[in-house]
C-alpha cells in the first residue's frame, strides 16, 4: 500500500540520491540537484511545505522510499500536482495508486475547501504518466498557453 508522509530525516539518504538522480528527472520539471547549498535548501523547503497551500510529501511502499510529490496553489481554485518515483519502482502500478491517492488527499484535508481544479503537467514522451493521467479521470487542456515546451496540461475539475 501507497502512504504519503511529511518530509522528515528518517528518508533522507534515499530523498538526496532521488533528488540527484539524472534518470529520476528525466520527464520532470527540474533538473537534478548537484550542489550541496540547494540540496540543503531543498529539504528545508519541503519541511515547511506541509500543507495548503504548498505540500511536498515523501512516497513510501511498503517501508521503502519511492518517490516524492507535490501540491500548490497556483492560482485561486487552482491546485498543480505532480510526482516523480525512483525508476526501481516504474511499471508496477504505483503511480496509478499514487495519482489516486493524491486526488482523494486534495478531497479530505484543506484543499477541499480551496480547490475546484486540479492541473497536472506532463513531459510529452512520459507515455506511462499520461496513461496515468487519463484514467485518473484528467482531461487534456486544449488550451496550453504558458505550458513550459515539450509539456502538456492536463485537468481535472473536482
Known sequence: MINFFPMDDIYKKEVERYIRSKEVCKYLSWQPYSNEDKIKEYFQYAQKANGYPDEILIIVYKGNFVGTL?????????????????????????????CLKLIKHIHTTKWKD????????????????????????FTKDINQIGVKTNYIRYILYI
Open 70 to 98: 507535490h501540491i500548490l496553489k497556483k492560482t485561486e481554485g487552482v491546485a498543480q500536482i505532480g510526482f516523480g518515483l525512483l525508476p526501481n519502482f516504474w511499471a508496477k502500478g504505483l503511480g496509478g495508486d499514487c
Open 114 to 137: 480551496n480547490t475546484v481544479k486540479v492541473i497536472t503537467l506532463i513531459h510529452e514522451e512520459n507515455i506511462a504518466a499520461i496513461k496515468i493521467a487519463l484514467k485518473s479521470f
